[in-house]
């Protein structure tokens, strides 16, 4: 497409420019082809915006795409009839950017923010489904589905009780990703909490917390920074990439079924 040739436009809304408000906006596109079309592919800082745009033909070749990283900023801008002015300035910074480095501490930060706008609000609608087992061994499944407005997952609780062994997990969501998770064992030779933050759904800082018993020179109750390699997380992914599914299907079988 010619704009990926383009290196910055001036976007003025001078009145006597006729073309502006013109009933053919697009007088180099042929007649029947569909107007242009473009969407926005990811949004990073600084009002810098990645985006696909197209253009079509009426012949065989149909569209032609580009995908461009676009920057929109404000510079001045001079006009012999009214002087200095602020002009709106999309600049094109090419096809693509490296990928911002990744900060630890702002997304840890992000991620507080999240939580505490999830866990445990009451003012959000929870959807609980249980199950317990009366045959066998003794055991119970507790799963609280907690969304927010737009119907999507923030919350999951999944309380288990199996003989004498329990598990409950926490999982914390935005717009789909996993981006923390807690997880309480409770058995009678082990008590701890995980707790695990998430990027693009990857761990990235894991702290282990021994409730009591810690080993040697651990100590109890205080949260410790662990490498994630050292715990069982890719069985916690996987739990909560799989209730969430049940939630988006509406398909809680495997959860009443638990003790079978």
Request: aromatic residues 10%; negative net charge; proline residues 6%.
């Amino acid at each position: 497409m010619g704009m990926s040739c383009t290196r910055s436009v001036f976007i003025d809304g001078n009145g006597w420019r006729g073309c502006m408000r013109a009933n053919d906006p697009y007088p180099f596109q042929a007649p029947n082809a569909r107007s242009p079309t473009y969407e926005i592919i990811e949004t990073r800082p600084n009002n810098v915006y990645k985006i696909r745009g197209c253009e079509y033909t009426d012949g065989s070749m149909g569209s032609s795409c580009s995908t461009l990283i676009l920057q929109f900023k404000t510079q001045e801008y001079y006009s012999e009839r009214k002087g200095k002015l602020e002009a709106l300035v999309a600049v094109n910074l090419g096809q693509d950017l490296p990928a911002p480095a990744f900060d630890e501490n702002a997304r840890v930060l992000e991620i507080r923010n999240l939580y505490q706008g999830a866990a445990g609000n009451t003012t959000l609608p929870v959807h609980a489904v249980s199950t317990t087992c009366t045959e066998g061994v003794w055991g119970a499944r507790s799963v609280r589905f907690r969304t927010n407005k737009r119907n999507q997952v923030v919350e999951i609780i999944d309380d288990t009780n199996d003989n004498e062994l329990g598990v409950t997990s926490h999982f914390y969501y935005d717009n789909r990703e996993l981006y923390f998770s807690f997880v309480h064992v409770h058995a009678p030779n082990e008590r701890t909490e995980t707790r695990a933050y998430y990027h693009n759904q990857e761990p990235f800082l894991c702290k282990l917390t021994y409730v009591e018993d810690p080993p040697p020179g651990v100590n109890a109750g205080m949260p410790t920074v662990v490498p994630c390699s050292e715990l069982a997380l890719s069985a916690t992914i996987a739990g909560a990439k799989a209730l969430l599914g049940y939630h988006d299907q509406q398909d809680f079988a495997a959860i009443e079924t638990w003790c079978k």
